[in-house]
C-alpha cells in the first residue's frame, strides 16, 4: 500500500523567534512530526525560516483518503 502523509509548515519571525521555532520542531517531533526540510524565505519576507514537516496519517484516515 502507498504511505499517506499529512504535511505542515510552520515559520519564524526572528532571532528570538526562530528559538520559539526550535522549540516547536521538538514538540513536534514528539508529536510524530517528521522535519523535512528549512529555507530561509527572501524578500519580502526578511529572511525568515521556514519549516516544512510531515507525518503518516492514521490507519482510519487512509482508507478515506483510497477511497
Known amino acids: ?3 499517506c502523509f499529512e504535511y505542515m509548515y510552520a515559520s519564524s ?3 528570538e ?3 520559539i521555532l ?3 520542531l ?3 517531533g514528539m508529536n ?3 522535519l523535512v526540510s528549512v529555507v530561509r524565505a ?3 519576507h526578511n529572511g525568515r525560516l ?17 477511497s
Do not use: C, H, I
Open 32 to 34: 510524530g512530526w517528521e
Open 22 to 24: 526550535q522549540r516547536n
Open 26 to 28: 521538538n514538540q513536534w
Open 1 to 3: 500500500y502507498m504511505n
Open 50 to 66: 521556514v519549516a516544512f514537516l510531515k507525518r503518516p496519517l492514521p490507519p482510519a484516515t487512509k482508507t478515506l483518503v483510497d
Open 17 to 19: 523567534s526562530e528559538l
Open 42 to 44: 527572501g524578500e519580502p
Open 13 to 15: 519571525g526572528g532571532a
